[in-house]
């Protein structure tokens, strides 16, 4: 039986950590690409404890850092020969404007274009992997109003739009992925994990932190919320519906805004320009 090579990123909590233990559950070999290393090797024993599956290795990435990025895909393509399933699952939401190490903002640093490296420089190894990629997506998508002039420095900034717009990006990369890719045996999905209780919100402040607070009662478990990501990594017979739109394992329709190949077009190549001094 062959073995499945998955590389997954934010495994040490939330949705991340409920992904990792089902999928090294069912035998996976996982590399988790993580930003607390020691966190990361606490989670690896707690693994190997619980599921029996040794075949657990810890990589240090930081998403919003674009050098870490590049240095934990030349990690990779020194240890491995390919990947079959690569999940981008990793993102955050921020009160207020912060600036990323290389000067973006952090939820398009963290929450796309980090994930767009690291996709771009795993690609070798992805297409002899004949890999899915799979990218956490989210629902809030339907508020997005893409400003590609405003990603580095808004003139005013929302979080919730910040992250609405990051989201929305996701589905752009997704598609793109499916229609670029298909040819290199590469496929591609975005999904949607339900409203999840996490300490994903945790350093929220003010309308927004009551905002969730509100919703908690109305949340599902991050085991739930796992659900669909191992589902995309796992199910066969998939190919079919690469580029789609993913929610409680079903695809679905995202919103109108998430059809703009213009967009989406504009989103790759911008991405691709961001990046260009660590994609060499």
């Known amino acids: 039986m062959a073995i499945t090579t998955t590389v997954l990123t934010g495994a040490t909590s939330g949705i991340g ?10 035998g996976h070999t996982l590399y988790l690409l993580v930003r ?23 990589i240090y990435c930081d ?16 240890k491995l020969f390919n990947i079959n399933v690569l999940i981008n699952n990793a993102g955050g939401m921020f009160n207020d404007f912060i600036q990323s190490k290389n000067g973006f903002e952090m939820t398009f640093a963290l929450n796309h274009l980090g994930h767009f490296l690291l996709t771009k420089r795993l690609m070798p190894l992805l297409e002899r992997g004949h890999a899915r990629i799979i990218n956490v997506s989210s629902d809030m998508h339907k508020i997005g109003k ?8 808004p003139d005013s900034y929302s979080a919730m739009k910040a992250y609405g717009n990051s989201k929305l990006f996701n589905i752009y990369f997704t598609k793109s992925l499916a229609e670029r890719y298909a040819k290199k045996g590469v496929t591609a999905y975005a999904l949607h994990p339900g409203v999840v209780k996490t300490q ?3 350093k ?3 309308c927004l932190k009551l905002l969730f607070s509100l919703a908690t009662p109305f949340m599902i478990t991050a085991e739930k919320g796992a659900e669909t990501s191992v589902y ?21 329709n995202p919103a109108a805004v998430a059809n703009d190949i213009d967009a989406r077009n504009r989103l790759w190549e911008l991405s691709e320009e961001l990046v260009e001094n660590f994609d060499v």
């Not at 950590?17 to 069912?26: N, R, Y």
């Not at 998403?63 to 020194?78: F, I, K, P, R």
């Not at 995309?232 to 679905?252: C, M, N, P, R, V």
């Open 146 to 153: 893409p400003g590609f002039d405003q990603l580095q420095n």
């Open 63 to 78: 998403l919003a850092d674009l050098q870490s990025v590049t240095n934990a895909a030349d990690e990779l393509h020194g």
């Open 36 to 58: 607390d290393v020691q966190k990361g090797n606490v989670l690896r024993q707690e693994i190997i404890k619980q599921t029996g599956n040794k075949n657990i290795f810890i």
């Open 232 to 252: 995309l990594a796992t199910e066969s017979k998939l190919d079919s519906k690469s580029g789609q739109y993913f929610i409680k394992k079903k695809a679905a």
């Open 200 to 202: 994903f919100n945790s």
């Open 17 to 26: 950590e409920a992904t990792a233990f089902a999928l090294a559950e069912k």
């Open 204 to 206: 929220l402040t003010g």
